[in-house]
């Protein structure tokens, strides 16, 4: 019960790593706010986490909405008086396979805006509250496409980029507000997201999109797996850890 105490936003936290991120921080002892636009998922986390004893509720959310943003934070502070931990997952996927002379404006500007906006928006949030109550915790989830290679999408390779940019530059300015900040590199997972992305890379080729789906789902990576080591870097024995973390 190394949180125990602790209270933690987690974007993106009605599935994949998000989803696992906020089972393995309620595990460990913290009351999770999960903010998402998929109540139906969410509210299956919700479920996992009572039945496994723990407190957790779910805050619709348009991470790209600065209001929304700031009242997800808020929500934390209102039911339970605190913000520790913030684990922006929140993020989309588009325009698989497109070259870039290919890939419409609007398809970038929408990936960036959910996925680089919105970790901006919630760092921006968090930070406010944070920094009043004289520390925390700030987990960006980047990738390593866009950070130690390419992606299938221009976008989201971008953006992903992006987000890993931002932990750089919010690390050293936030340190001394006792604020610790990680940019969380993960390799292929076997989220929902990915899948669907091995899936229409699969279509594009010519190839089976249900046997590709299939495979990678037996192949890649448990997101519980990232969600253990994000939980780690949550609690007070992560302390002595600075930088980016890659993970599988």
Same mark, same amino acid.
């Given at each position: 019960?190394?949180?125990?105490?602790?209270?933690?936003?987690?974007?993106?936290?009605?599935?994949?790593?998000? =989803?696992?991120?906020?089972?393995? /921080?309620?595990?460990? %002892? #913290?009351? &999770?706010?999960? !903010?998402?636009?998929?109540? $139906?998922?969410?509210?299956?986390?919700?479920?996992?986490?009572?039945?496994?004893?723990?407190?957790?509720?779910?805050?619709?959310?348009?991470?790209?909405?600065?209001?929304?943003?700031?009242?997800?934070?808020?929500?934390?502070?209102?039911?339970?008086?605190?913000?520790?931990?913030?684990?922006?997952?929140?993020?989309?996927?588009?325009?698989?396979?497109?070259?870039?002379?290919?890939?419409?404006?609007?398809?970038?500007?929408?990936?960036?805006?959910?996925?680089?906006?919105?970790?901006?928006?919630?760092?921006?949030?968090?930070?406010?509250?944070?920094?009043?109550? =004289?520390?925390?915790?700030?987990? /960006?989830?980047?990738? %390593? #496409?866009? &950070?130690?290679? !390419?992606?299938?999408?221009? $976008?989201?390779?971008?953006?992903?980029?992006?987000?890993?940019?931002?932990?750089?530059?919010?690390?050293?300015?936030?340190?001394?507000?006792?604020?610790?900040?990680?940019?969380?590199?993960?390799?292929?997972?076997?989220?929902?997201?990915?899948?669907?992305?091995?899936?229409?890379?699969?279509?594009?080729?010519?190839?089976?999109?249900?046997?590709?789906?299939?495979?990678?789902?037996?192949?890649?990576?448990?997101?519980?797996?990232?969600?253990?080591?994000?939980?780690?870097?949550?609690?007070?024995?992560?302390?002595?850890?600075?930088?980016?973390?890659?993970?599988?």
């Amino acid at each position: 019960m190394r949180l125990q105490g602790k209270v933690a936003v987690v974007t993106g936290g009605a599935r994949g790593i998000g =989803g696992a991120t906020a089972d393995a /921080l309620a595990r460990d %002892g #913290a009351r &999770v706010v999960i !903010g998402d636009l998929r109540a $139906a998922e969410a509210e299956a986390t919700l479920g996992r986490i009572g039945r496994g004893g723990g407190e957790a509720i779910f805050v619709a959310t348009d991470v790209t909405d600065e209001l929304a943003a700031r009242r997800l934070m808020e929500a934390a502070v209102e039911r339970w008086g605190r913000l520790d931990v913030l684990v922006h997952a929140a993020g989309i996927l588009k325009g698989a396979t497109l070259p870039v002379d290919e890939l419409d404006a609007a398809v970038f500007d929408e990936v960036i805006q959910v996925n680089l906006r919105g970790a901006f928006l919630c760092s921006k949030a968090a930070a406010a509250i944070m920094r009043a109550r =004289g520390g925390g915790v700030m987990l /960006l989830i980047a990738s %390593g #496409a866009g &950070v130690r290679g !390419g992606s299938s999408s221009v $976008a989201y390779g971008s953006s992903k980029g992006g987000v890993h940019g931002l932990s750089l530059v919010l690390a050293p300015q936030l340190e001394s507000a006792g604020i610790r900040v990680h940019g969380i590199c993960p390799g292929s997972l076997a989220t929902e997201l990915k899948l669907d992305n091995v899936a229409d890379v699969a279509r594009a080729r010519g190839q089976d999109p249900t046997a590709a789906r299939e495979r990678a789902a037996r192949e890649l990576g448990d997101p519980m797996g990232v969600a253990k080591i994000l939980a780690f870097l949550a609690s007070d024995e992560a302390d002595y850890v600075r930088g980016t973390v890659f993970t599988r």
